[in-house]
């Protein structure tokens, strides 16, 4: 569904990404883990067409997209829910999920908010109340639903449990699992690894801009250099 290929991409003279490949199958959830500044969030902002990709090759649906528009890029179907949940906080919850919908036609834009309040319920009781006055896990929440209002194929998240309580990560992990419930494919970067490597069929390990490990999430979980690397143990 997705494969990126020797991909180079960064900010400044020297790429962040030095040469990534990496793939994701229709629906799966594929995890991305590595240290601070390893190149992780940059990836998915290579992939959602964020920063310029120097080098290398991104397809979706066989479709080459290195070189298209951010926006096109939504409207294939690519979502990309960035870290920090960016909500719009002096804007009520309904407004921060009308404004994911700002690809759709206006006549569809109740049905699809519809839909949201389905999946997550507490949102449309919240609808109303501004974005700041959310709890932390509330406010992912609605980070999340509004990325689904464009009715996605593929979502990428990027720290979704950041700055969340211990007891808020569950709720997190239960999000995840039902995107994928519901047909959308996953792409994980999180800080917890443990949490990112749980949830995901297949993991990917970055350092300092190239994947140094790959396989099944299982596997690299057990992994002795992992496990002291990341997992602590």
């Given at each position: ?32 883990i ?35 528009s ?29 404004l994911?919908g ?28 501004l ?28 720290e ?21 419930a ?52």
């Amino acid at each position: 569904m997705l494969e990126l290929t020797e991909v180079q991409a960064g900010y400044g003279p020297a790429p962040a990404l030095r040469g990534v490949s990496l793939s994701v199958k229709e629906g799966e959830i594929v995890t991305l883990i590595g240290s601070n500044g390893a190149g992780k969030s940059t990836t998915l902002r290579a992939i959602s067409r964020l920063i310029p990709v120097r080098a290398g090759t991104i397809r979706f649906r066989g479709e080459l997209i290195s070189n298209a528009s951010s926006h096109l890029v939504v409207r294939r179907g690519l979502v990309h829910i960035p870290e920090g949940r960016r909500l719009f906080a002096d804007m009520t919850v309904r407004e921060n999920l009308l404004l994911g919908g700002y690809t759709c036609r206006r006549s569809e834009l109740d049905a699809r908010l519809a839909r949201v309040y389905e999946w997550f319920p507490v949102l449309g009781e919240r609808e109303r109340q501004l974005a700041s006055s959310l709890s932390g896990g509330e406010q992912q929440m609605v980070a999340i639903a509004r990325g689904l209002m464009i009715q996605p194929t593929f979502v990428m998240l990027d720290e979704p449990s950041l700055g969340l309580a211990p007891k808020l990560v569950g709720q997190v992990a239960e999000m995840i699992r039902s995107i994928r419930a519901h047909g959308i494919t996953v792409m994980l970067v999180e800080q917890n690894a443990r949490l990112a490597l749980e949830l995901a069929d297949r993991a990917y390990v970055l350092q300092t801009g190239r994947i140094a490990l790959e396989g099944p999430s299982r596997e690299v979980l057990n992994n002795p250099e992992v496990r002291a690397a990341y997992l602590g143990l």
